[in-house]
């Protein structure tokens, strides 16, 4: 895919400290974009900001997707020292729980899970399209969801089922906002290598007593016929193209990048 120059678009990337949201955010820094990151850790969100800032112009905004007031002020923020925001990378960590089978989800499992993977997503997307229908600005809406909601994974039975509302969303919002210039994609991932996704499956290989790497050659690797996890390069290769204009006529889309770990069709 070509390299697509971003010339300065102002993004906002959530939960981007660490793992999938913090690589996205280099992407899209080597690419030309502005970017705000964000994290609940102070620390975790000094040390990516010290890392990132060689890339080009970032910020950090702290925030705990879980709290109102914390998701209002990080659009709030952001907005202020981006002066503007032009794009949203929606990115979400696991529930606390997780990997966890249906049996042994507790219902204050099941409210972490629909407030981090469903409103949390919803509420920024509603402050973001108020603030341009206000200001009539064009905006675009990526978020970043997992494959398994196509082909469920039965330890991520909380976030599929909670992640999946946001194709949803993402469709409403394209249909409902798309005259005015806000687009929105749901992409749906395979398997990148993170700390979250190494730090879930050590505690699977754990509970099944199996070695850490026959598991992530087992749920990972043979997976796909590349036997490899994605790349970062691929990945934001991907997210600069949808926040392009050469994607407009996508909009309302699911893409899905996993290396063909899915074995079904989409017609």
Not at 80 to 106: F, S, T
Not at 151 to 174: H, I, N
Not at 242 to 262: H, P
Request: include cysteine; charged fraction near 25%.
């Amino acid at each position: 895919m070509m390299k697509v120059d971003l010339g300065g678009i102002r993004v906002l990337v959530t939960a981007s400290s660490r793992g999938i949201g913090f690589n996205v955010a280099r992407e899209l820094l080597k690419r030309n974009a502005r970017v705000v990151i964000s994290s609940r850790n102070g620390e975790n969100l000094r040390k990516a900001l010290d890392e990132l800032s060689s890339y080009g112009e970032v910020y950090g905004v702290r925030a705990n997707l879980f709290s109102q007031k914390d998701l209002e002020n990080l659009v709030k923020e952001s907005w202020e020292l981006l002066k503007g925001i032009d794009a949203l990378v929606w990115n979400a960590g696991n529930v606390r729980c997780e990997p966890c089978l249906l049996h042994e989800a507790d219902y204050i499992d099941w409210i972490e899970a629909s407030a981090l993977h469903t409103v949390a997503p919803g509420y920024l997307t509603t402050l973001l399209v108020q603030a341009w229908l206000e200001k009539k600005m064009k905006g675009v809406l990526i978020y970043l969801n997992s494959v398994s909601i196509k082909e469920p994974m039965p330890p991520l039975v909380l976030a599929d089922v909670t992640r999946a509302g946001l194709l949803q969303l993402t469709k409403s919002v394209s249909r409902t906002y798309g005259k005015y210039g806000i687009r929105a994609y749901s992409v749906l991932l395979g398997s990148f290598d993170t700390p979250g996704a190494r730090e879930n499956l050590r505690k699977l290989a754990e509970e099944r007593g199996e070695s850490f790497e026959g598991v992530w050659e087992r749920e990972v690797l043979s997976r796909t016929p590349l036997h490899r996890t994605g790349k970062w390069s691929e990945l934001g290769s991907l997210i600069a193209f949808l926040l392009s204009d050469k994607a407009e006529y996508m909009l309302g889309s699911t893409i899905v990048i996993d290396g063909a770990m899915t074995r079904g069709i989409d017609i």
